[in-house]
């Protein structure tokens, strides 16, 4: 326990919570699947994770719920990302979704453009699995401006994971084009300006169109207030990751 105190330390991660999983500074000790790895090495340049990365994969691949704070460019993305493509993979390899279900995953992010660099990393993480393991991930995006109607065959053979922009993804709940009746993750990109452009209420709505037991994971680059106790009405015992503050 004092060698992972030691080395959050030198990398300025900071935690709090109950049970917090040890800081792993390979992606080899993470157990990825190895064309995972091979990805993100080969097609990213990414051969070692960032501090955040460090700590974040371990808790949220634990199934923790997660506050995840870290600096613009740290790579958060694939610390939300990249476990709900291993939980949608393992969702599919049991019960095969079928059409017009899921999704078992949702990230929801603060302009359309985040969601598309979003829904471009977990379809590439969802093909470098496809490869090899001969079975299919396939991922609405959901955002205005879009027309729904171009990803009307995803639709048709079922949905395994969302990312979505609030207003869009409402108007599908209320239109019931989609349920998140078998979804059991949710990742919340840029907490901050999700609450800052007045979407607190929007995703206050679409945690109620959970059913059952759900894994939150909220990142955000500051933690003022209002997120502090948003989090706390929506997150079960999460383990907050903080890199870079000290004491934030
Ligand atoms: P954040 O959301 O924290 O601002 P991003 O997830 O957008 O950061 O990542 C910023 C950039 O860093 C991206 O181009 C991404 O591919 C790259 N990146 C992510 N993880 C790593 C890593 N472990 N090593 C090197 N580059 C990385
Ligand atoms: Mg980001």
Redesign the pocket.
């Known amino acids: 326990e004092s060698t992972h105190g030691d080395l959050r330390q030198a990398l300025h991660i900071h935690v709090a919570g109950e049970e917090v999983p040890p800081p792993l500074t390979s992606f080899a000790e993470m157990k990825l699947p190895r064309e995972i790895i091979r990805y993100l090495k080969e097609a ?3 051969k ?3 501090p955040i ?1 460090i700590q974040g994969l371990p808790v949220a691949l634990s199934g923790r719920d997660m506050i995840g704070i ?1 600096f ?7 610390v939300f990302a990249l476990p709900m493509v291993l939980l949608a993979m393992d969702a599919e390899k049991r019960l095969p979704i079928e059409a017009g279900e899921g999704p078992f995953g949702l990230i929801i992010c603060p302009s359309r453009e985040l969601a598309r660099q979003t829904y471009d990393l977990v379809n590439a993480l969802s093909d470098a699995i496809k490869k090899e393991r001969g079975f299919e991930l396939r991922t609405l995006l959901a955002i205005g401006g879009i027309d729904m109607g171009e990803q009307e065959h995803l639709f048709k053979r079922g949905i395994h994971m969302i990312v979505a922009t609030p207003g869009r993804l409402i108007d599908l709940l209320n239109k019931r084009r989609v349920s998140l009746a078998y979804c059991k993750y949710l990742g919340l990109d840029e907490a901050d300006r999700l609450i800052d452009l007045g979407f607190e209420d929007d995703i206050r709505t679409v945690m109620d169109y959970f059913q059952g037991q759900r894994q939150t994971l909220l990142f955000s680059a500051t933690m003022p207030k209002k997120i502090q106790t948003f989090a706390r009405s929506a997150l079960v015992r999460p383990v907050e990751v903080n890199v870079g503050r000290a004491g934030a």
């Open positions: 990213k340049g990414i070692k994770p960032t990365q870290a613009t460019g740290s790579g958060k993305t694939l």
